[in-house]
């Protein structure tokens, strides 16, 4: 393409801020079509899931047998991990009886200060990070305000 005048020039200027204005508005208004998201029962649902199972579960009055249906529930909801799910139902010790109660947050809370402290492995310090998460979560919808981090 030769170009010979000056009005040639923003001739073809205009027309490529035209077209480039015209792409832009295409585009956005097909992505505005492409970015809508679809919400599922269950995550409509959740809230109320949360609420329920903080509803029945004291965290820092809790048995082994009671972890395990807690976990059993948060799994089945969706949400926590299966690994969540494991660390939260292993026993605290090799005769742990399934009835005794124990105060699990703070069994949390100082596993995940040894294991920062010992330089841990940053996978398991991430899982109790999460876990410890989940349970303040819980503690809170509860109406417990000694939640830590």
């Known amino acids: 393409m030769q ?21 832009s508005e295409s585009s956005a208004g097909s992505e505005g079509v492409n970015n809508q998201v679809k919400i599922s029962d269950a995550g409509k649902n959740a809230a109320s899931s949360w609420q329920s199972i903080a509803d029945k579960y004291d965290l820092n009055n809790i048995s082994r ?14 949400l926590i991990s299966s690994d969540q799910a494991m660390h939260m139902i292993a026993p605290l010790s090799m005769n742990e009886p399934g009835d005794t109660k124990v105060n699990f947050k703070n069994i949390v809370e100082t596993s995940l200060s040894n294991a920062k402290a010992e330089g841990g ?19 809170d919808l509860a109406g417990n305000s000694n939640s830590t981090t």
């Open 3 to 23: 170009i010979n005048q000056a009005g040639q020039t923003s001739a073809i200027y205009a027309q490529q801020q035209k077209n480039t204005t015209l792409n």
């Open 121 to 139: 492995n940053i996978k398991q310090v991430n899982l109790i990070e999460n876990l410890l998460s989940t349970l303040n979560l819980l503690d």
């Open 65 to 78: 047998n009671e972890r395990v249906a807690l976990a059993t529930e948060l799994s089945n909801n969706s």
